[in-house]
């Protein structure tokens, strides 16, 4: 699909930065900690893995900006629609309920859920999935958008904070007890095990894109509408204005969230409150010097690599499970690889990876493919 609208460069280089890690740079740390030795890699590696439980890390971050992201391409061109007549509306309630079940079916079918293969075995199917909780996300978000004013929207949205942190906090769980906030007794684990069809990540308790935990990620793409709507202001604001709102709202969200982990912990997982707050904070900042460092700075030719990733994020994330990239990597570049010394392999590795992906996105970038569901 060809799209000749002028898109926000840092908001594809934003959202190609945060991909990046998911195909293959991730690996950067621990292929420099074998060139170096030094240990001070092993502390960002730390980063590139999720929390165990409760807690924070860099790695954490990467799915709730993308859905903060969705809600900022949002923003940009807010428009509501519960003025027009019905069959004016029709045409785009079908488009959002077409766009959630590709991407909840894309989920599956990243997933490899089909567990005894095709015909699938239906109780065998993983039905939640990442692709899935950012289409759940992005559907509520637009029925806000679409038929709510803005005072209202921010209103659910703290709502859903509230309520979540009731339910989970003060509320006992069925056969269990109140403000339990393990992996198989919290309000998450008995929902998804009532609740959820097929299987669950891992077989655990919890599925980490459960039904209960996909609320409060609705919050993130509420948010991201919100710096949206501030970015959509600049020709009013100034460039640095904006820059400058964002940075700090996303320092005050930063505060808020570690303030609120006191009593309710920061937990990937279960989606808490305060891990929605954490993560808006560190969205606002990202998009705040992204903003600075390539609409207002004109850095799009250093963030070129992170912009074509983010311009065909979705078809990437798929064919970063159903490719297999480290194939192809080997096949081209096989001879320098096991040319160059030892130490340098892992390292010299981790950049084929990344250059095969990369030459890929350059060619549909400069054909204007943009891929979108």
């Known amino acids: 699909m060809s799209n000749n609208k002028k898109r926000l460069a840092s908001l594809d280089a934003l959202r190609g930065m945060d991909m990046f890690w ?39 971050l990467i799915f709730p900006l993308f859905i903060f992201l969705s809600g900022v391409a949002m923003g940009l061109r807010p428009k509501r629609i ?34 005894t293969g095709i015909p699938a075995d239906l109780g065998e199917i993983r039905y939640a999935s990442v692709l899935g909780r950012i289409a759940i ?9 679409w038929h709510c004013s803005l005072k209202t929207t921010a ?11 009731v339910l989970l906090c003060f509320i006992p769980v069925p056969g269990g007890s109140a403000g339990e ?15 959820l069809p097929g299987i669950t990540y891992q077989d655990r308790p919890v599925d980490p894109e459960g039904i209960l935990s996909s609320f409060p990620a609705i919050v993130n793409a509420i948010a991201g509408v919100f710096a949206g709507q501030l970015i959509a202001q600049t020709d ?4 640095w204005q904006v820059a400058g709102r964002l940075f700090v709202a996303g320092i005050i969200s930063l505060a808020l969230g570690w303030l609120w982990d006191l009593q309710f912990p920061v937990n990937k997982e279960l989606w808490t409150s305060s891990f929605v ?12 010097v992204f903003f600075t460092l390539v609409d207002i700075l004109n850095g799009q030719k250093l963030a070129y690599p992170f912009v074509i990733i983010g311009a065909n994020s979705i078809i990437i994330y798929l064919a970063s499970s159903l490719v297999d990239w480290a194939f192809i990597s080997r096949s081209v570049f096989g001879g320098i ?9 892992a390292l010299i590795s981790v950049c084929a990876l990344l250059a095969v992906q990369l030459l890929v996105l350059h060619w549909m970038y400069k054909r204007k493919i943009i891929v979108s569901v």
């Open 22 to 60: 998911i195909l293959g740079g991730q690996s950067i740390f621990a292929a420099l900690f074998v060139l170096t030795g030094w240990q001070g890699w092993k502390i960002f590696e730390a980063q590139t893995l999720h929390s165990a439980w409760h807690g924070f890390t860099f790695y954490d």
């Open 82 to 115: 519960d003025h027009l007549p019905l069959e004016e509306r029709k045409p785009i309630y079908i488009k959002a309920i077409k766009r959630l079940g590709l991407l909840c079916l894309f989920g599956v079918l990243y997933n490899h859920g089909w567990g």
């Open 137 to 145: 996300a992005w559907f509520f978000c637009a029925m806000l958008v």
């Open 155 to 165: 209103l659910t949205g703290v709502g859903i904070l509230l309520a979540y942190w």
């Open 181 to 195: 906030l393990t992996p198989a007794g919290s309000w998450n684990a008995w929902v998804d095990q009532a609740l």
């Open 236 to 239: 009013k604001l100034g460039q």
């Open 277 to 288: 707050l954490v993560t808006v904070g560190w969205s606002a900042i990202f998009l705040a």
């Open 337 to 345: 690889i096991n040319a160059v010394p030892e130490h340098w392999q």
